[in-house]
Each structure stands twice: as structure tokens, then as C-alpha cells.
């Protein structure tokens, strides 16, 4: 069974600054993952969808996909206080797992 | 316009008591779900549907009912509501690629 994890549990930066979190899973074989942004008390908004190995932009959310290493990146270029959320990763082999989430913070 | 809406946003339940969740997508959709958010777990599912007047069980379907009775409805029924079922609960609707969420309702069982 597909398992994801995600670090750090928080993060901090300063507004502008490069902020990067991290996704693990078990089960190499997926080839659909998706970066999502929930902020307080709404619901999830797709940020990145990444289906093969390599970097996936939209606008200032990257993603880095390597399934040899069991591994997908979210980096936020210039993050803003308005980026201030639980970020969530999500694998998708033949039903959606999530990670537990990664709280960010970004101060003015 | 919200695609996957869902109703309430909040409650508050009794613990014994019986409480319906309700969503309603407008996507045309044939896939729908139901998740539970718990602080450190992350999004868990608990039921699931592909077509109407049907419904699967998701990872942790323990406590849960649910009933698609058309293409755009989908309910979770908690017959007996726990304190243990307190959470934030997501509906999503699903094409090809993309699921496509709802609010969710923060439920609070007392």
C-alpha cells in the first residue's frame, strides 16, 4: 500500500526567500502526483500535476519528480505572505494517497 | 461558480446522534469521494463512487455510510456519530486527471 510522507512538518521563511518541501513515497510505480495548497479552513487548490521524472513549473511552483529515488520536490520561488498554508502532496498509483502535509509560513 | 459545494460547512453532533453529510458537483462528473482531515494525518478516504446508486469503500469506511443517488449528490451518513469522527470532511469529484474539491465541513462531535 502506497505510503507518502511528507517534510518538514513546518517551515518558515522570510517573504522572497526560496522555500522547498519534500514528499517521500513507497511505490515507485505511479506516474501521477500533485501538489496541493490549502489554507485555513477551505479547501485544497491544485497548485503543480507532475507525471513523468523531471521539473514541472507553473508559475512560481516547481515541482521535481524522481521515482528512483522515491522522491517529488515542491519549491516556491518568492513566496509571499500569501503563501502562508498547509501544503499537501499527493500520489495517485490506483487511488489518491496524500502526505500529511507541510505547514508553511512566510513573514514579511 | 463552485463546482463541488458542500453543506453544511459546519456542525455540531451529539455523540449517539445521526448526522448527514451532503455534496453536490456540477462538473458532470462520474467519480466522487469523501475524505477526512485530521491533524498529522493528512486527507484519508472513506468512501467513494463512480456511479450513481452505487458507492465503494475507501481506506477507513469504519462508522460510515454513504449514498450516491444521482450523478451530482453524494452523502456521508455517520448513523451513530463518536467523538473520534470529529474533523474537517472533503467531497471531491474526479474526471480523467483531476480531482476538484469542496470546502469541506468541519464536523464537531460532542
Known amino acids: 500500500q502506497q505510503k507518502v510522507q511528507q517534510s518538514p512538518e513546518s517551515l518558515t521563511v522570510s517573504e522572497g526567500a526560496m522555500a522547498s518541501l519534500n514528499c517521500t513515497f513507497s511505490d515507485g510505480t505511479s506516474n501521477n502526483f500533485r501538489w496541493y495548497r490549502q489554507h485555513s479552513a477551505k479547501g485544497l487548490e491544485v497548485l503543480v500535476s507532475?507525471?513523468?521524472?523531471g521539473e514541472k513549473e507553473e508559475g512560481r511552483f516547481t515541482a521535481h519528480l524522481n521515482r528512483a529515488n522515491l522522491h517529488v520536490s515542491l519549491h516556491i520561488r518568492e513566496p509571499q505572505p500569501s503563501d502562508s498554508a498547509v501544503y499537501l502532496c499527493a500520489v495517485n498509483t490506483n487511488k489518491v494517497v496524500f502526505g500529511t502535509g507541510t505547514r508553511l509560513q512566510v513573514l514579511p | 461558480e463552485a463546482a463541488v459545494t458542500q453543506s453544511p460547512r459546519s456542525k455540531v453532533a451529539v455523540t449517539g446522534g445521526k448526522v448527514t453529510l451532503s455534496c453536490h458537483q456540477t462538473n458532470n462528473h462520474d467519480y466522487m469521494y469523501w475524505y477526512r482531515q485530521d491533524t498529522g494525518h493528512g486527507l484519508r478516504l472513506i468512501h467513494y463512487?463512480?456511479?450513481?446508486?452505487?458507492?465503494e469503500k475507501g481506506d477507513i469506511p469504519d462508522g460510515y455510510k454513504a449514498s450516491r443517488p444521482s450523478q451530482e449528490n453524494f452523502s456521508l451518513i455517520l448513523e451513530l456519530a463518536s467523538l473520534s469522527q470529529t474533523a474537517v470532511y472533503f467531497c471531491a469529484s474526479k474526471d480523467s486527471y483531476e480531482q476538484y474539491f469542496g470546502p469541506g465541513t468541519r464536523l464537531t462531535v460532542l
Open positions: 463512487s463512480y456511479v450513481a446508486d452505487s458507492t
Open positions: 507532475i507525471f513523468s521524472d
